[in-house]
């Protein structure tokens, strides 16, 4: 892969998110497949996604790209096919910068860990596949119902989320901010968070 590679799903990698197969893919690999947009360079995904280690469990944004083209659920356009205007960019930009801010603030504080009773573990692992099929389809909900710019940058946070808190602070940050669909969907997460 060379910077200017510019990644797109294919039918297969839209047929993957519609499915919502779990298991068929990793977490990880499913989120960036639905972040991947068919605007943004390999350089703009290195730069926003290894920086901040998202990824680096899998290996890093190479190895999830990597398996995301073998499996045949991206593949690779010329750059010069693709019309990436300034505006957009800076958009981008603008957006990538409320994003940081907003994990910053949100995210980057982590509770002690703390012994857990032998019965309290089955709930948890319940608890645990619940809250990761909750998480899968508020992905894919917010690739359907925002706009590019907005989808990434939530999809982005909802990526830093890891416990149920996170997620209800992320779907009701979503419902104060947005209007029509996206806000409006929002209302069901919460309750399926919340139970």
Not at 70 to 96: G, H, P
Not at 154 to 164: A, G, P, R
């Amino acid at each position: 892969m060379n910077s200017h590679d510019v990644f797109v799903k294919t039918d297969l990698g839209r047929d993957e998110i519609k499915s919502q197969g779990m298991g068929t893919v990793p977490r990880e690999a499913r989120t960036l497949l639905i972040m991947i947009d068919g605007k943004r360079d390999y350089q703009s995904y290195l730069d926003a996604l290894d920086q901040r280690k998202m990824f680096a469990g899998f290996g890093g944004i190479t190895s999830l790209l990597d398996l995301l083209l073998t499996l045949e659920y991206i593949e690779i356009v010329s750059a010069n096919s693709i019309s990436i205007t300034t505006q957009a960019q800076s958009t981008n930009l603008s957006s990538d910068m409320k994003t940081e801010s907003a994990i910053d603030r949100t995210f980057n504080h982590k509770p002690p860990k703390r012994m857990k009773a032998i019965g309290s573990i089955f709930k948890t692992k319940l608890s645990a596949a619940r809250y990761e099929n909750i998480k899968s389809d508020l992905a894919v909900y917010i690739e359907k119902n925002a706009s590019a710019a907005e989808a990434w940058g939530y999809l982005l946070l909802l990526e830093q989320c890891v416990n149920n808190s996170q997620l209800l602070i992320l779907a009701r940050e979503i419902q104060r901010k947005n209007h029509g669909d996206l806000s409006l969907g929002m209302t069901d997460f919460i309750e399926r968070i919340e139970q």
